[in-house]
Structures are given as C-alpha cells and as structure tokens.
C-alpha cells in the first residue's frame, strides 16, 4: 500500500526509527521537509535555506544536490544527518543544525561552474558538482562517520566529526563518483564501497572493501561483466560475507565477500539498480525505470552450500511464514505490482530433470542424443513427494508432481476428491507455497452447493516439519507457523477454532462419503431391477402370455420379489439423502429455489466459524450441535440399512444367482 510523503521525487527518505509515522524528504535546492503521517503535518526545515536558483556551485556556501544523503544515526533515533558537501547533524528534528565537517570533497571550483547553456542555463542544484554522495554511521561505534564523495573521496571521522582523515583507496581511480557504500555487518572497522565513473564514459565496475578503517582496501569485483557500471553494495546482517550488489545491468551476488561474484537476475528485467537494501531478510532493488522489486526470503542464500548439488536434493528451512489475518482487497491498477505468496514457502532443489522418462521404441534417437556409453542410464522419473507433518508426526498434507506435458490426466483424481499434484517441477530450484490449509471436506461426485468452500481449517501458529522425498532421499525441516502481529487472539483462540472446524470438516467429509455410497448403493439397485425386469419382459414375450398361481398371490416371489424390495430400498435410500441433501440442485443458484439441506447449512457454518482469528461463538456451538444431531440421525438410519437390510437384499439376490450390491469401503474400515 502506498501514499504520498516527506520530500520530492528525487531525494533520499527516511523515517525516524522510533516512530515511523515521522517521515524525512529531500529534494534539490536544500529541500528538506519533515511529515507527520498520523496529523498530516508539515515542515520546511532546509539545512541552509538560502535559494541557490540561477548560481553555479562555486557561488553558494554550502552545495546540496537533488538526492542528498539523508540518514539517522543507529545508536540515537534523534540525531538525524543530512550531507551537501559538509555533513550536518540535528538533534531537534531539524530546528536547528550543526556542521560536522568541513568541505570533504575535493573542492575544485573548475568543476562548479554554471551548469547547462549556451542559451538556458541550468542553474537549479540539480546537477551540483563536488558533493558528498554516499554517508552513514557505523552501526558498531556511535561517532564513526564515513562519507564518499562524487569527485572521488572516501573520509573517515571516529570522533563524531571533530576531525576526518582521507582514507580513499591507492586504487581507485581519480574522480570516480563514490555511488554507494555500506557499513560491515561483523567488523567494526569494515566498509563496502560501489564507485562509478560511467559520466567519464568508463563502465568499468569499482567495488571495495575495507576492515580496518580505510588503512587498507581489497579491490572484489571479479566475476561481475566490465561494462556493468556499479552503483550499489550491501552485505547481508544475517550470513557473513554473502554481498549484493546493484549495476547499471541487473544484480549480482557473492558468497565469499567479494571474492567471486555471479549473477542474480533470475526474473528481475536487465535494467539499472539504483540501490539495495536488505529488510526483514527480504532484498529490496530499486530500479530505474521498472519500479521496485523484492527477491523474497533471502534464507535460501543463508542456508546455500555449493555442495548440496551432489545430492539428489535438498530442502531448505523455511522462514516463519505469519499468518496473516486478512489482506486489503482493492482493484489492481496496470502498474501495481505482485504481493508476496500468503503461505509457508519451500524451496528445494533437485539434480535431476523430475519428469525424465526412459524412451519407448527409440533407443536409437536416445543413443543419438546421448553417449552410447550413457544411453542405458537414462532413467525412470523419480519419485519425488512432499509431506507436511505436525510436531508430533502426523501427516498434514502430502504433495506430489504436476503430471509432464501431454500427460495431464493421467491418474486424474476422481471428481470431487482432492488433487495431491500441485508440485510444478524442474531440475535445479523449486517453490512451493502451502497455503496452511488442512484437507478440505470430501465432496461426491455432482455436489452442488450454496455454501461452497469447504476448504480445510488454517493451522494454527506453532511449530511444524516438512519432509522431502526423492526416490530413496529423504530430507526434513521444522518451520514455524507465526500470528499476524496485529490480531488479539490468543493461543487457546486458535486451537479452540481449529478444533471446532476440523469437527464440522470431518462431520462434512463423513456425510458426503455416505452420500456417496448411498448413490452407488441406488443405482447398483436400480440397475439390477430393471435388468430382473426387462429379462421377465423378454421372458414372458418369448414363452406367450398366461396367468399362473402368482397372479392370485398378493406376494411377489422369486425376481419380482427382488425388484420389490430393491425399490423400497431404494426409496429409503432417498428419503435420506434428500434430509442431507438438497438433490434438486444443478447449479449454484438453485438455492433461491430450494432450501438448503443439511450438508449446506454445515457448510455455511464452516464459513462463518473460519472466519477472522477467534473462537467459536457460543452460537456456533448450539447451531453445530444442532445440525450435527439432525445429521447423525440420519446416518443412524443409512447405518441400519447397511448393516441389516442390505444384507437382507443380497441374500435374496444370492439365492436367485443374480449380482450383488458391492459398497466401496469407508475410511475406517
């Protein structure tokens, strides 16, 4: 979600740490506003608010360019900085300001003369010359300021800006724009710096390293293209030498604090990376031109270890997923962005190509494809599934692949029961999202109701483990489940609703299972009679038309018995599923027509019960014990009827020699 604040389009922001409804903007000309988001309050409180519109650099007295550094101090969320070519500090959200420093740039006025001409001139401090570029304190050692430069200055201050010591590398080259650096995570005297000097037509990539203080630096752009242009770098507070860093041509990442660097583009566009920052173990790239991105759940990166590829596969720990009580639903403009998956995300990865398969009747184009000597390794799919278990061990859900193109249906589920292939596989990494959900409540073939998600209860915040299964590897992790910060439901709220929903899933799930045999059970019966029927019919035409003893007996025997009984039964057998069920339904509008039965009004309360974060009412109770009764009792009555009087049914079939009625089993048994 986004709204206006502090400052213009072009300069830094910050929100104070304390109290992050406290917005600080910049802009060109000295622009410097501070914005209350609670009260909509505003105020100009420039550094130096004299006009420098119309003046070259050289002229003014302090040089403040359109995306000035603008930065609170980690170890005090009243001290706020901001830097033209001095740094200045306040202490009173911007009341009053104090110079920490002198001129740290190279001061070299050849360079700050009027911008822009021959015929308009472009005098606005936009294109400002000799400014500091890049600042911050070291988040380890309140005082420790380091501040780069555009004309390609690195200065060090330990003492709070009393004095500052030129600390720039041997190696970089003059004039290189310092575009971005970042305080060491783990080293207390440690700096990364991005420099570029694309304006000097040298794309070259200038990235640095120090660790203690500027005595010595380490050049560690190896691996990065030449003609990617750097302007940012950050290290990751969470693995020790992991970097990211942002070019004109994308990101890259290294695992070895600079040592060696690859790319990390994945589906992020080629386009130029302003900045990075890494929020909440989430990297945040900010480009030019196509918006901000998100790469999602750097704990993958935490837990990678270039020897996992030697094994069939590996499952990483998922970060806490929260389980969020409810998201904003609005209309999505053309140009918004994707909000991260809801959900408990696993990555994995796997060696192999999942959906490999031996070749059928073409060993020879195999042969052709492959060394000859390799041609017979080529193998069966793997058997590959993922389990989601309670603590203590029980199955939650198990997930296993997407069938391979052009086999979509096979092993298709029946209609009605739960698909279990929703992994989409490929060789190398892989994501999956569970959505929380326990299983829903099983459904039967043409269910059509009012009330239709019957999804599973959400599981409640806590401590689970997941398990990986490729072929004969097996891997597993715990993950933990999280409230949504915001909700006030409590511990025993979420195990109270949980257990509520998973009692009207299963009482769901066992009426439409029993619907269901009831159905099979019909039509076995129904089938059966008119076969007895239309065998008596040709019978009868066959041998001509005569009256015999059963026309004076008011009791059927032999088939027309079995017909008889076979339509009582089955009349029985509706009269129950129409109290669960309402059978004139054919689509979901039918409703406004014909009241909802059992099964629909459970449903409803499923609904009602699932939503929000809080424990059942007491309505609720009374209304599930009430219609969890009415169900039962007609259960009760399907019961008898399989345990006596079907029984009864096929005896007599079985003394005639004619086909049974067959029930599939139920779950238990």
Known sequence: DWEPTAGGGSGHIVAKPDDPDIVYGGSYGGFLMRLDHRTGERRL?????????GWGAADLTYRFQWNFPLFFSPHDADTLYAAGNVLFASRDEGASWQPLSGDLTRNDASKMGPSGGPITKDNTSVEYYGTIFAALESPHEPGVLWAGTDDGLIQLSRDGGASWSDVTPKELPEWTQINGIDAHPFE??????????????????YLFKTTDYGASWQRIDTGIDRLHTTRAIRADPDRRGLLYAGTENGVYVSFDDGGQWQSLQL???????????????????????RGYWILDDLTVLHQHDPAQAEAPAHLYEPTP?????????????????????????????????????????????????????????????PQIQLEILEQGGGVIRTFTPKPPPGKEDDAKPREGEDDPRQLELTAGANRFVWDMRYPGADRFPGLVL???????????????RARLTVDDWTGEVPFEIHPDPRSSATADDYQAQFDFLISVRDTLSETHRQIGRLRDARDQIKALGKRLKDSAEDTSAAEGSTADDDESSDEPTGPARLVAAGEELAERLSEIEKALYQTQNRSPQDP??????????????????GYGDRRPTESMLAVRAELTAAIDDQLAKLEAIWETDLPAYNELARELGVDRVLLEPTPDG
């Open 45 to 53: 409180i420039n550094v130096w608010p004299d006009n420098p519109m």
């Open 188 to 205: 207390p005297g440690g700096l990364y710096v991005a420099g570029t000097r694309y304006k000097l037509d040298d794309f070259t990539p």
């Open 267 to 289: 589906e992020l566009p080629v386009v130029p990376i302003t900045d990075l920052a890494v929020k909440e173990q989430d990297l945040v790239a900010a480009t030019q031109g």
């Open 321 to 381: 997923a929260p389980r969020w009580a409810g998201r904003p639903s609005r209309a999505n403009p053309v140009h918004e962005g994707t909000n991260p998956p809801s959900g408990v995300v696993f990555h994995f990865f796997l060696s192999d190509d999942p959906y490999r398969v031996a070749a059928e009747g073409d060993s020879e184009e195999v042969a052709e494809e492959v060394a000859e000597d390799a041609a017979e390794e080529v193998a069966e799919a």
């Open 450 to 464: 009012w009330n239709r998600n019957l999804a599973g209860p959400t599981a409640v915040p806590g401590t689970y």
């Open 592 to 609: 406004l027509n014909f009241p909802i039965r059992l099964n629909d009004k459970l449903a409803g309360l499923l609904g009602v019960a």
